[in-house]
Each structure stands twice: as structure tokens, then as C-alpha cells.
């Protein structure tokens, strides 16, 4: 069985995403904001900005979750 960061998640096509983050969390996405912007609060991103592509980087690093597709698409392939 492949070690993915991330298991068991039901199977959907959202679009649109409603979430609820701890204010910890949210504090430092803010911060990691604010360090992105140069040290300057203002104009920098905000966390629904930063969450997405946190997100896209997060499975593109996936090393497993890399493994299982490419082994996922070569049976299909048969």
C-alpha cells in the first residue's frame, strides 16, 4: 500500500471550497503573507490566495502520490 500525505478521502469534483482553518493557522498564513510581500503588511496576499497553490505544491512534491499515478496509469494502459 502506497504512504500518501494525505488517505482516504471520498471521491468529488468541487470547484468552490469553504473552509474552516484554526486561527493559529490562519495567523501564520498571514505572517507567511506578509514575509512574501517583502516584510510589508500591506498588499500582501491574503490566505485564500495562498492556500490554493500551498495546496498544488503540497501533492506536486507527493513523491508516493507521483509513484502510485504513474503506476495507476500504466495499468490502465493495458
Do not use: C, W
Not at 488517505?7 to 469534483?13: L, M, N, P
Not at 468541487?14 to 474552516?20: A, D, F, G, R, S
Not at 498564513?29 to 492556500?51: D, F, K, Q
Request: charged share 30%; glycine share 8%; proline share 8%.
Amino acid at each position: 500500500m502506497t504512504r500518501l500525505k494525505l488517505s482516504d478521502i471520498a471521491d468529488g469534483k468541487p470547484v468552490k471550497l469553504t473552509i474552516e482553518v484554526p486561527a493559529r493557522l490562519h495567523r501564520r498564513l498571514v505572517e507567511y503573507g506578509v514575509v512574501l510581500n517583502g516584510g510589508v503588511s500591506e498588499g500582501a496576499p491574503v490566505p485564500e490566495l495562498l492556500i490554493p497553490p500551498m495546496i498544488e505544491r503540497f501533492v506536486a512534491g507527493d513523491r508516493d502520490f507521483a509513484k502510485a499515478r504513474r503506476g495507476s496509469r500504466a495499468l490502465s494502459k493495458q
